[in-house]
């Protein structure tokens, strides 16, 4: 069974960096899409990045672009989302997805994380 497991959310100052990972245990990210959604206090949740596992086509929000840059560490099997130039609207909890559709779709990724929180202070 794929586990997802996404750590490294924590309360940052407005203009800081933080760097999320996403481990996947029982079964590599080979041959996958990878993404991160995000859900803000009171909203729906909604796509932040994605790529393929291989490697390249990497696709943004419009939010985030120039902002967050979403990259994998193959042999540790890990998914990671650099954030920086934070702002207090990047406050979310966060969740790395798997799937098989090169989609910002949320409902054609499969596998979920539990979900790290970051809150950005103004």
């Known amino acids: 069974q794929v586990q997802l497991v996404e750590s490294g959310g924590r309360s940052v100052p407005a203009g800081g960096s933080l760097r999320l990972s996403c481990h996947a245990s029982?079964?590599?990210?080979?041959?996958?899409?990878t993404a991160w959604f995000r859900q803000a206090p009171g909203k729906e949740r909604e796509f932040v990045a994605l790529?393929?596992?291989?490697?390249?086509?990497?696709l943004y929000s419009d939010s985030v672009k120039g902002r967050f840059t979403i990259s994998r560490d193959n042999p540790q099997n890990t998914l990671y989302l650099q954030m920086d130039s934070l702002k207090a609207e990047d406050t979310a909890v966060y969740y790395c997805?798997?799937?098989?559709?090169?989609?910002?779709?949320?409902?054609?990724?499969?596998?979920w994380g539990q979900g790290t929180r970051v809150t950005v202070a103004s």
């Open positions: 790529m393929r596992w291989r490697g390249g086509s990497e």
């Open positions: 029982a079964r590599p990210f080979t041959g996958t899409v």
């Open positions: 997805a798997r799937g098989l559709q090169y989609t910002t779709n949320q409902q054609a990724y499969e596998y």
